[in-house]
């Protein structure tokens, strides 16, 4: 198989769509709760009514919901009492149940504070609740997040991704046409690239081969050049021809008690995004937690795929590092590969 890069057939011309894959409780519908409700008499005793039943039966999971709507408030969770004890258990508190309309009703409520703005709107139409938005919540739920230029960037490196899959298959690198770019998006510069290296060790992923390579560049090293341990030498003299204007190299592994921020490391790939052709296991997705990424784009899903497919590693609550995932980059040109 030919080697020269002049050989290479890919078009990579088309614009891409861009999808972040969010954790379920910012997707699904605000989870709700059945409470019961009572009817004022009379609307100038309202401060009192919610005065007294703040006092003598506060609901505090509830916080998030206006007491009252209309002439109707709250009084409690319905799986707490049945309504036939609700009047004894007001007297039983110190209320003045004069206050209110002998019936009670059942409503359907938000059970948490709603996290989006689409879930606040479907809520509220139930009953009035606080929402304090978030406004980089906001941006990923409505994806909305990246500008164009910013689009643009995302989009030259998942080119370079593409790029180093086929060529890794072309120079007999890789048995497998799957392709790794980790970057620094501090500097605007490629780190390490990544490709299949299965056919000497199952473990060796396209994702796994990239994070080794970040690891080479952190020997400490380096004086001032920018570090190029991270790439396969003939691969990246390939790559560079094909991005004559982009930076390839990581800057000096700083330790500890060198760093400005923490968020600029010091272990392996933390502030770095990953640029996948296609949906990394649960292996990998799991190596990409531990090595403390910033940011994953990948291309086209997988059938064993760990953000997406088969299930969503970067949103599990209890693992110590999360990071952000955003599908379907150059979906059409990855699947090709």
């Avoid at 996290?115 to 304090?132: A, D, G, I, M, S």
């Avoid at 970040?214 to 004086?223: D, E, F, L, P, S």
Wanted: proline residues 6%; positive net charge.
């Amino acid at each position: 198989m030919s080697s020269n890069p002049k050989k290479i057939k890919l078009d990579l011309s088309a614009t891409s769509k861009l999808l972040p894959l969010l954790s379920d409780d910012l997707l699904q519908d605000t989870p709700l709760i059945t409470v019961f409700v009572g009817k004022i008499k009379d609307l100038k005793t309202t401060s009192k009514v919610v005065v007294s039943l703040n006092s003598c039966l506060p609901i505090p999971e509830l916080a998030h919901l206006k007491r009252i709507k209309a002439k109707e408030v709250i009084l409690l969770p319905s799986e707490r009492i049945s309504k036939d004890e609700i009047q004894c258990l007001l007297r039983s508190k110190g209320f003045d149940t004069d206050l209110l309309c002998d019936e009670f009703r059942d409503v359907s409520v938000a059970r948490i504070p709603p996290r989006t703005r689409k879930q606040y709107l479907k809520v509220l139409e139930l009953w009035p609740c606080n929402f304090h938005p978030d406004k980089y919540i906001e941006k990923l739920s409505t994806n909305t997040l990246f500008n164009s230029s910013e689009i643009e960037k995302h989009e030259h490196y998942m080119r370079m991704a593409i790029l180093v899959a086929t060529l890794a298959r072309q120079l007999k690198l890789s048995s497998c046409t799957s392709g790794v770019v980790i970057i620094d998006p501090k500097m605007d510069s490629a780190v390490a690239f990544g490709f299949s290296n299965t056919q000497n060790n199952p473990c060796k992923h396209p994702p796994m081969v990239a994070i080794d390579n970040v690891a080479k560049t952190q020997n400490g090293n380096i004086a001032d050049q920018l570090d190029l341990s991270g790439f396969h030498p003939e691969l990246l003299n390939h790559v560079k021809m094909k991005f004559p204007e982009a930076v390839f190299g990581a800057s000096k592994f700083k330790k500890k008690n060198e760093l400005v921020e923490p968020t600029d490391g010091p272990y392996l790939c933390t502030g770095y995004y990953a640029y996948c052709t296609h949906e990394p296991c649960i292996m990998c997705a799991m190596a990409l937690v531990h090595s403390r990424i910033n940011r994953v784009f990948y291309g086209v899903g997988s059938s064993n795929g760990g953000l997406g497919t088969l299930c969503k590693i970067h949103t599990v609550k209890n693992l110590n590092h999360h990071y952000e995932v955003f599908a379907k980059l150059f979906e059409q040109e990855c699947r090709m590969l």
